[in-house]
Nanobody, 113 residues
């Protein structure tokens, strides 16, 4: 079965850091891209970052320089390191396999000012 399990969310003060994890099963990361998205209250889901099957990365302008996406293939897990967090980063964060169309269940990140 294909599954994506996101975790690591929580409450953090502005300027702080969190690391989200996305554990994958049913496929291997070296053959599939993983995307990170977020949805703030009352807003549409937006793309945050992507790591390709080959390991290249891309970021939304709003997080560039603050967020880093990485992976450990042996663990079949992708990470989103979030630094210098801002209140506007508050959202439910999701990981996604764009080729297979699967989404993780989401993990809530709350950044207090």
């Amino acid at each position: 079965d294909v599954q994506l399990q996101a975790s690591g969310g929580g409450l953090v003060q502005a300027g702080g850091s969190l690391r989200l994890s996305c554990a994958a099963s049913g496929f291997t990361l070296d053959d599939h891209a993983i995307g990170w998205f977020r949805q703030a209250p009352g807003k549409q889901r937006e793309w945050v970052a992507t790591i390709s099957g080959g390991g290249s990365t891309d970021y939304a302008d709003s997080v560039k320089g603050r967020f880093t996406v990485s992976r450990v293939i042996a663990k079949n897990t992708t990470y989103l390191q979030m630094n210098s967090l801002k209140p506007e980063d508050t959202a439910v964060y999701y990981c996604n396999n764009p080729r297979l169309g699967y989404w993780g269940q989401g993990t809530l990140v709350t950044v207090s000012s």
